[in-house]
Structure formats: C-alpha cells, structure tokens
C-alpha cells in the first residue's frame, strides 16, 4: 500500500516520467561506456598479439644470427657470447638515453 502512495505521489509530481528518463539516459551511457570498454580492450589485446609477434620473430632471429656466428667462428658457445653481448651493449645504451631525456625532462 506504501508503495502505492509513492507512485501515485511520482505521478501527481512529475518524478516518475523524470526517473525514466534518467534511467533511460544512464542506461545509453552505460552501453556508450561497455562499447567504448571494449573498443579498447579489443585494441589492447591487438597491441599485445603485435607485441608478442615481434618479440617471438626477434628471438629466433638472435637464435638464428647466434647459430651463424658459431659456424663462423668454429665454436660451440661464442656466438651466443657475441649475441647476448650485443644485446646487452644495445639495453645499457638505451637506457643511458632514457636516462639522459629524464634528467633533462626534471630541469
């Protein structure tokens, strides 16, 4: 009966038709928003497949240039001292940089 009385009092009011539209319009922004959320996890896990890909495709090529240099050089392990040598020339290089930028980015 309680619950009569407030409907009935929504109505003389008003309230009821402005609660349906306001459930209707956060209803529209709550698919905006899961559209949106998914466009972007759509576009995250495609950034993650490229990611993998590319890391996948650079190791067997430092796999392949690392087997190469061993027949090069006639020996079982140096190849892969050069490579692994290489790429840690190539991450202490690049982290000098980002270094250097950060440094002069708190200037």
Same mark, same amino acid.
């Given at each position: 009966m309680n619950f009569k009385w407030?409907?009935?009092l929504f109505r003389l009011i008003g309230l009821e038709f402005l609660s349906k539209e306001v459930s209707?319009?956060?209803h529209s922004i709550t698919e905006e928003l899961a559209l949106?959320?998914?466009k972007l996890m759509l576009?995250?896990?495609l950034w993650l497949l490229m990611?993998?890909?590319?890391n996948l495709a650079l190791f067997f090529s430092l796999l392949a %240039?690392? /087997?190469? +240099?061993?027949e090069l050089f006639c020996s079982a392990y140096q190849g892969f001292f050069?490579?692994?040598?290489?790429?840690?020339? %190539?991450? /202490?290089? +690049?982290?000098?940089i980002v270094?250097?930028?950060?440094?002069?980015?708190e200037v």
């Open positions: 407030k409907r009935l209707k319009y956060m949106k959320f998914k576009q995250s896990m990611i993998l890909l590319f %240039l690392s /087997l190469y +240099l061993n050069v490579v692994a040598g290489g790429c840690i020339a %190539l991450m /202490l290089v +690049l982290l000098g270094k250097f930028f950060w440094a002069n980015k």
